[in-house]
T-cell receptor
């Protein structure tokens, strides 16, 4: 099977609880951020994005928070479900660059 | 996965052989990217193309080659010069010619060198 995600930090949550996954970024010039979800053996799936002129954005069951002061990004998943089990990683970019910079990811495990 | 297809899903190669991974998209996106993913590491950019007949090296281009003859296609060749080719390879596309646009990924190809 897919071995992506070995040795990643892991967050274990009970089904129905809220999950918070964190990401620190290093480039203070970054102005665009994306969260991706990657299930075992599959390609990353876009979840939600946010630009630096916002500090919060909500989607369906997910919320992304951006704190530019401390260069921190978080993904909140409400009422976590077994299907949310995956590796989650953030990506950042600046409008001057043509490349995204990806974090290493966090594994989310949901138990009943 | 959307309109991005990668084939094959699994690929086995003997040492010393070149192998080509396919990436096709029907999203009419201008930009296409190839990434390599290894366990416990983030995605690393191999090559990218912002327009047909043009491409640029990413962070780990050595041992790889690409072409962009059509907007829909961006094949990646893993050559025998690549020292450690066993990995999960991901193709992505974005609508604009800037990485600042959202990138969408294909399902990936797992390459194993025997």
């Amino acid at each position: 099977g897919e071995s992506v995600g070995l040795h990643l930090p892991t967050l274990s949550v009970q089904e129905g609880d809220n999950s918070i996954i964190n990401c620190a970024y290093s480039n203070s010039a970054s102005d665009y951020f994306i969260w991706y979800k990657q299930e075992s053996g599959k390609g990353p799936q876009f979840i939600i994005d946010i630009r630096s002129n916002m500090d919060k954005r909500q989607g369906q069951r997910v919320t992304v928070l951006l704190n530019k002061t401390v260069k921190h990004l978080s993904l909140q998943i409400a009422a976590t479900q077994p299907g949310d089990s995956a590796v989650y990683f953030c990506a950042e970019n600046t409008h001057r660059s043509d490349k995204l910079i990806f974090g290493t990811g966090t594994r989310l495990q949901v138990f009943p | 996965d959307g309109g991005i297809t990668q084939s094959p899903k699994y690929l086995f190669r003997k040492e010393g052989q070149n192998v080509t991974l396919s990436c096709e998209q029907n999203l009419n996106h201008d930009a296409m990217y190839w990434y390599r993913q290894d366990p416990g590491q983030g995605l690393r950019l191999i090559y990218y193309s912002q327009i047909v007949n043009d491409f640029q090296k990413g962070d780990i281009a050595e041992g790889y080659s690409v072409s962009r003859e059509k907007k829909e296609s961006f094949p990646l060749t893993v050559t025998s010069a690549q020292k450690n080719p066993t990995a999960f390879y991901l193709c992505a596309t974005s609508a604009g010619d800037r990485g600042a646009d959202t990138q969408y990924f294909g399902p990936g190809t797992r390459l194993t060198v025997l």
